[in-house]
């Protein structure tokens, strides 16, 4: 449990600031706060798939089509802007994740 927490320290570390980035016209706290609740709810999904051997990048897809459809519906006037911040994060932690753990 305290690995799964870990990681989602991490994930959240790593894409909070690439939403921020992407989504830099919306208010930080807001975007801020629904990043980490969307992650406090995709990732415990994604741990139990990953630890039942599902393959990591049907995972990962979903997670940042799930991602990328909460952000676009909180944030309609910046739709398209949100959904690339969902695949950016996810992609990017994605990646990092592979390329340490």
Known sequence: MEKEV???ALTIAIELPVAMFVLRKIDWR??????????????PIAWNLYSNHVPILPIEIGVALIESLVLGMLF???RSRAFLAGIAMN???????IAFF
Do not use: K, P
Request: charged share 5%; with cysteine; proline share 0%.
């Open 6 to 8: 870990a990681f989602l």
């Open 30 to 43: 807001r975007l801020a706060w629904i990043v980490v609740c969307v992650n406090m709810v995709t990732h």
């Open 76 to 78: 309609s006037a910046h």
């Open 91 to 97: 992609t990017i932690s994605t990646l990092i994740g």
